[in-house]
């Protein structure tokens, strides 16, 4: 089973930038599509960015495009999410995903992914 372990969250003030990494336990892995999705307080959890497996395409919330970046090193199993000119509706606990037969249909939906971190808090000041 694939374990995954989030880093990188912090408390920042709006405009900075922050890098959330996402370590992942199984060389299985590389062949996974690889998603961020944010749950702010009192809210579900939302698609925030995904990079698919085998074209290695990314795709991207509406409110977070032209700012995050999805990016994964299979060396490493790790994947990243660069996050630039952050606003304080960024606010909230990061969370992995990992898909390793997700359909493309599915890709912003939670349910479509089979294993999870436990989650890092982002945190954006005015």
């Known amino acids: 089973q694939v374990q995954l372990v989030e880093s990188g969250g912090g408390l920042v003030q709006a405009g900075d930038s922050l890098r959330l990494s996402c370590a992942a336990s199984?060389?299985?892995?590389?062949?996974?599509?690889m998603a961020w999705f944010l749950q702010a307080p009192g809210k579900e959890r939302e698609f925030v960015a995904a990079?698919?497996?085998?074209?290695?395409?990314?795709y991207y919330a509406d409110s977070v495009k032209g700012r995050f970046t999805i990016s994964r090193d299979n060396a490493k199993n790790t994947v990243y999410l660069q996050m630039d000119s952050l606003k304080p509706e960024d606010t909230g606990v990061y969370f992995c995903?990992?898909?390793?037969?997700?359909?493309?249909?599915?890709?912003?939906?939670?349910?479509?992914?089979?294993?999870w971190g436990q989650g890092t808090q982002v945190t954006v000041s005015s």
């Open positions: 995903a990992a898909g390793p037969t997700i359909i493309l249909s599915n890709l912003f939906n939670p349910r479509g992914y089979n294993y």
């Open positions: 199984d060389r299985t892995f590389s062949r996974s599509t």
């Open positions: 990079l698919w497996r085998n074209t290695g395409n990314t």
